[in-house]
């Protein structure tokens, strides 16, 4: 059973490799290039199965053999998956510097076994630093451990130029690419092959990667990620068919309703302490941005209160445990609707620039008056609108 997800479009692709490789005439280095979160690692895992399967050329990959299985489970001893991690902290010997790069690319791979949908962190210091490189050296000059062959995969490989100790890190690579050894496989990823070294360029084979359509796109997000039909309709929409970007998408926006909630159900029941506190915790400027977005995800929030209102569905399931009680359920929606119109107010001021955080403050102040006094449990019940 594999664990890695199932390859989204990329089938033209696939039948061009399939077809090259029966032929015996795969390339030993490639370099796949399109945008960024199409899945050209996957791909490249994909053709290293094509490379290392054991079955017949014309099953290639069986997805069933051995070493299918092993490809499937990052497991197989052959098929080096490298990528940017980032730059152990404090000054290390290169030696030392070695190991704990590859212990932190081991520790990513693990994650990824873990959870094959995994969106890596963007972490802009993330790099294929030299001591990563004379590794994947090291590996690439000793015999394949059980297969015919050995894969390397270098993802986001254009990092190995713009960081720290680099253009030593792209010339060492060079090298290899230059004197590759026999039975080894280079495929390289890339969303910006531009600023790849233009002599690592001429080296390898390039391929280009196009996204799948919206509707594979909007079916994998669907059927893979379990998204809902709608949010993986529009995500496939927002992202143009670049999976990864559109789980990247999801896992952002997850995270920023579940701060509008915050934000609703403490104003509903937070003390003045805590309303301040959450007020304090935006940033002081950059209103137009993420503060913008923020007034948004609240309005949809309020939106859904008066939904479920309108409905009578307790949604106290939204919840998270440790959070003041606010039993949201039960507001008149008159006042919810006064509430839109508050946070329509505060993002007028968004729009002026003014401090996220005093109108964070302000807004936090209109929605508990709106919502305490209309809560039959809220504290300030009886005490008017003010
Ligand atoms: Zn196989």
Not at 12 to 36: K, W
Not at 54 to 81: I, K, S, Y
Not at 279 to 307: H, K, M, N, Q, Y
Request: proline letters at 8%.
């Amino acid at each position: 059973m594999s664990k890695l997800p199932e390859l989204c479009g990329h089938s033209d692709l696939q039948d061009r490799f399939r077809a090259t490789a029966a032929a015996a005439r795969l390339p030993q280095s490639l370099l796949l290039h399109g945008p960024d979160g199409i899945g050209k690692q996957r791909l490249a895992l994909w053709i290293g199965a094509l490379a290392l399967c054991e079955a017949a050329p014309a099953r290639r990959p069986c997805g069933e053999c051995p070493a299918c299985r092993m490809v499937g489970g990052l497991q197989h001893p052959d098929l080096h998956w490298f990528f940017p991690v980032g730059r152990p902290k404090g000054s290390h010997t290169s030696q030392k510097l070695r190991q704990l790069l590859e212990e932190a690319r081991m520790e990513e791979l693990a994650a990824r076994r873990e959870n094959p949908l995994r969106v890596p962190d963007d972490d802009p210091s993330a790099a294929i630093y030299l001591a990563m490189v004379d590794e994947l050296r090291s590996r690439a000059v000793s015999r394949p451990a059980i297969g015919r062959n050995s894969v390397f995969v270098v993802g986001d490989a254009e990092r190995m130029v713009p960081q720290a100790s680099s253009p030593e890190a792209a010339n060492a690579f060079l090298k290899l690419l230059e004197e590759p050894p026999a039975d080894t496989l280079i495929i390289l990823t890339s969303s910006r092959p531009g600023s790849l070294l233009p002599t690592i360029r001429s080296r390898v084979l390039a391929v280009r990667v196009t996204p799948a359509d919206l509707e594979t796109a909007a079916a994998w997000l669907e059927r893979v990620a379990g998204l809902p039909p709608a949010t993986a309709r529009e995500l496939a929409r927002r992202a143009q068919g670049a999976v990864g970007a559109a789980l990247r998408m999801a896992e952002g926006e997850a995270a920023d309703v579940d701060a509008a909630w915050r934000f609703v159900r403490c104003a509903a029941s937070g003390e003045p302490a805590q309303r301040f506190a959450l007020a304090a915790s935006f940033p002081p400027s950059g209103a137009r941005g993420g503060f913008s977005r923020t007034l948004d995800r609240i309005e949809e929030v309020l939106r859904e209160c008066i939904t479920r209102t309108t409905r009578s569905v307790d949604f106290s399931w939204h919840q998270a445990p440790g959070d003041p009680a606010s039993p949201l359920d039960e507001l008149p929606v008159d006042r919810l609707i006064s509430c839109m119109d508050h946070v329509e107010e505060a993002r007028r001021a968004a729009a002026g620039n003014g401090n996220p955080q005093a109108i964070a403050a302000v807004l936090l102040a209109r929605l508990a008056r709106e919502l305490r006094h209309a809560h039959p449990g809220g504290r300030n019940a009886t005490a008017g609108r003010g």
